[in-house]
């Protein structure tokens, strides 16, 4: 059984940042996936960013360059750096990972762009 916790949501301007925050219950080490995914109101839930195990990392085209997923081991947490917002972004964020085999998803954390 694994619990995520997510922070950091809020509102900000277009074009500002905002750090997302995912809090694992369980060691990175344990988790074979970590992903953070969006859905915007009235779309198809997005995956937005993702890093293995390995470190490896893949972003959707609409926010490369400008997201950064990362793993920070000593706090158990896998956070998403947000840069150079832009309106369509506005979303519920949830990470989600995958441990023995199995998919957990966090409640989700609302970011909000204004224009």
């Known amino acids: 059984q694994v619990q995520l916790v997510e922070s950091g949501g809020g509102l900000v301007q277009a074009g500002g940042s905002r750090r997302l925050s995912c809090k694992s219950s369980?060691?990175?080490?344990?988790?074979?996936?970590m992903n953070w995914y969006r859905q915007a109101p009235g779309k198809q839930r997005e995956l937005v960013a993702r890093?293995?195990?390995?470190?490896?990392?893949d972003y959707a085209d609409s926010v490369k360059g400008r997201f950064t997923i990362s793993r920070e081991n000593v706090k158990n947490s896998v956070d998403l750096q947000m840069n150079s917002l832009k309106p369509e972004g506005t979303a519920v964020y949830c990470c989600?990972?995958?441990?023995?085999?199995?998919?957990?998803w966090g409640q989700g954390t609302q970011v909000t762009v204004s224009s």
């Open positions: 989600t990972v995958v441990f023995v085999g199995k998919d957990y």
């Open positions: 369980v060691s990175l080490f344990s988790l074979s996936a």
């Open positions: 890093v293995t195990t390995g470190g490896t990392t």
